[in-house]
């Protein structure tokens, strides 16, 4: 590189001084799949939580082999309720 471009150089690779903002064009299609995804993790926990507590009360009623241990299936329930919870949140903070 030569010492007339080095100067220029420096001075493309700076960073800007002022915030970007983007335009509502750009915010608006990104915050609706965000906020569909969101709800479709609300909804994926919550068939998560209604399916692993009826296997879990099955297995508990019934005499025959376990299909999934139950401490298994408690930490799938905690972390159903957890993510769920949180994506609930995240949807309550995005509207």
């Known amino acids: 590189m030569s010492a007339a471009l080095a100067p220029a150089a420096m001075v493309l690779a700076q960073p800007p001084t002022s915030p970007v903002t983007f ?38 009623k019934s005499t025959g082999t376990q299909v999934v241990e139950d401490a298994t299936l408690g930490r799938i329930l905690v972390c159903a309720a957890v993510i769920g919870g949180a994506a609930g949140i995240a949807q309550a903070v995005l509207a």
């Open 23 to 60: 335009p509502s064009e750009v915010w608006g299609p990104l915050m609706t799949a965000l906020s569909w995804l969101l709800w479709f993790a609300i909804c994926t926990c919550i068939a998560a939580l209604f399916i692993c507590g009826a296997v879990f009360v099955n297995q508990r």
